[in-house]
């Protein structure tokens, strides 16, 4: 009894969709993971999120992370970025990486998918999710000089969500965001007026939209000159094509125990990453695919930090020409593949198998009910012979190369040979296969079918709409469908979790049916490091340095 007049306490004064995930956990539906991540979007603190979960019996230690010795210099391998390091419009892991360097985020999306308020110390919403008001903390100071206020966070979400920067950050902004619906309450709190209704939108302005670092009003275009920021460094040197390097930065606003320098090395290829890490000349690889890096992965002298993510690799057929503008032979494609196969040997059992939507099994709102997708070669051949195309057909399939996306392309290419599709294999740099990013001026965007790597989000809202969506920035497939428009739409207006799960079967039945995208397998993020070197966090597809350090 005693127990359940803790939750009545604790349950005081929580709105009806905190209720209802209070409720959602009384009832067994959801794991103490789940839980905390979906209370911390919502803008309920990790310890009121705490003592609920304890009150019920859900007690379990987050996972400590070690803190490396202080002073130190740590030194990176990376891949070179794609182009210029642009806050705005970068996409690629090697640039992203840079951002954070000197760059923060309102929030940070954890490994247990919580999110940890860094320059906004909380936030809350109105009855329906329209508005959020986020609070920023106080006595931040920008590298260049000036102190953080809500004018540097109005300005730089602005400038993201103006559709005339190309801005990279429009996959998540758009239809959620408009430019000049952040509005000042006083310095040191902003509100977000968003386009409709929007229960995960603190995912929206955190490190899951990569390019949402903030910025000072004053910023003028010119990052690569001043690598302005909030963050634990600042630049030290940066030369193109070859590394950077970065300084502490002393009147960071956080932890002061910071390492002294790091050290950044661009590279162009895997292997030469890897023989730096093993003979020395750096102390961590920023992300290793297993193909390619299995040496690394038995070596006695290297630790490997490993966790599970959302990241994949899709492929993308395109629906309005072509040989896959029918969905049987899209679905015929689909049923090809081994996914087993894929994880065990692919990924040597570092990832799980897809289904084909981006509902991994990570996600509280992924529907239970929804029967996995096999390899069936008959039922195949079944659909290629009604779609009229029994005797096969040739494809180019155009990708890039990038962690272990060429050896993907490699397996689909054999796994179609079965039904007789010819897929012939066209991979290119990054900087080909992206391009402009924008539809006519890319390769990703105008090909017939391609793979692209999707990076890991702590919710599949960007995964759901970017690439899915009949208007969606990322549309590789060519996908137009009011009526998953209109699920995906009610999905992001939906903030309980049962509702979302709901509405996820409806989503995953209709994916399953259509098959715009083949989701294979999300990978799991696994970093190399020195033996001895502590404080980085498991943190999928972020490198965060500031606790780094050899003990």
């Known amino acids: 009894m005693k127990q ?11 709105g009806a969709v905190e209720n209802d995930l ?53 030194r990176v391998a990376i891949a070179t970025p794609a182009g210029a390091v642009d806050p705005v ?13 000197a760059g923060e985020f309102l929030c940070v999306t954890q490994a247990d998918l919580t999110l940890k308020p860094v320059l906004a110390t909380s936030w809350s919403h109105n009855d329906d999710s329209s508005v959020w008001t986020f609070k920023l903390r106080p006595g931040v100071k920008f590298i260049s000089g000036g102190t953080l206020k809500a004018d540097d966070v109005i300005a730089t979400i602005d400038r993201l969500a103006d559709p005339a920067n190309a801005s990279n950050a429009l996959s998540a902004f758009k239809g959620i965001l408009s430019k000049g619906n952040a509005r000042k309450v006083d310095d040191l709190t902003v509100e977000f007026h968003l386009d409709a209704p929007y229960g995960a939108f603190p995912y929206v302005v955190s490190s899951d939209n990569y390019n949402c670092i903030i910025l000072p009003a004053s910023y003028k275009g010119d990052y690569e000159k001043n690598w302005d920021g909030t963050g634990p460094f600042k630049l030290d040197k940066f030369t193109p094509k ?26 162009d290829a895997l292997q030469p990453r890897i023989l730096a890490l093993q003979g020395g000349q750096v102390d961590l690889i920023d992300q290793l695919p297993v193909i390619g890096g299995q040496a690394l992965l038995n070596d006695p002298n290297v630790t490997i930090i490993r966790e599970k993510s959302t990241a994949h690799q899709q492929v993308h057929m395109r629906c309005d020409a072509g040989p896959f503008a029918d969905k049987r032979v899209r679905r015929a494609m689909a049923l090809t593949l081994d996914r087993q196969k894929l994880v065990a040997g692919l990924l040597r059992g570092y990832g799980e198998i897809g289904n084909d939507t981006p509902f991994a099994t990570v996600y509280p709102s992924a529907a239970p009910t929804i029967a996995q997708r096999k390899q069936d070669i008959a039922e195949a051949k ?14 180019n399939l155009t990708t890039e190369t990038y962690l272990e996306i060429p050896q993907y392309a490699v397996l689909l290419q054999n796994f179609a040979r079965a039904v007789g599709i010819d897929i012939e294999l066209k991979i290119e740099s990054q900087d080909a296969y992206y391009g402009k990013a924008v539809f006519g001026q890319s390769d990703w965007l105008d090909s017939t ?29 060519h996908f137009k469908n009011k009526d998953y428009d209109a699920l995906v739409d009610q999905f992001g207006r939906t903030s309980d979790v049962g509702g979302q799960r709901d509405l996820a079967a409806k989503i995953e039945t209709l994916l399953l049916d259509e098959t715009p995208v083949l989701f294979g397998y ?30």
């Open 22 to 74: 209070v409720d959602e956990i009384l009832a067994g539906r959801l794991d103490r993971r789940s839980f905390l991540r979906h209370g911390s979007v919502m803008g309920l603190s990790l310890s009121t999120l705490g003592g609920l979960a304890g009150a019920v019996g859900l007690v379990a230690p987050r996972r400590a992370m070690a803190q490396g010795k202080p002073g130190d210099t740590i």
């Open 382 to 395: 079944q659909l290629l012979e009604a779609a009229g195309v029994g005797k096969g057909f040739k494809v």
């Open 449 to 477: 079918m391609g793979i692209t790597d999707y990076g890991h989000r702590g919710v599949p809202n960007v995964f759901l709409r970017a690439p899915l969506l009949s208007d969606g920035s990322w549309n590789a497939a």
């Open 4 to 14: 359940f007049k803790s939750i009545d306490a604790l349950r005081r004064g929580l």
């Open 242 to 267: 070859v590394g950077a390097s970065f300084v502490r930065n002393p009147d960071y606003w956080g932890d002061k125990a910071l390492p002294d320098r790091t050290e950044f090395t661009y590279f």
């Open 89 to 101: 419009t970068v996409a690629d892991d090697g640039g992203l990486t840079m951002l954070i360097q």
């Open 522 to 551: 999300f990978f799991d993020y696994l970093v190399p490091t020195r033996k001895g070197l502590a404080g980085i966090p498991p943190i999928p597809n972020r490198l965060f340095l500031d606790r780094a350090g050899f003990v």
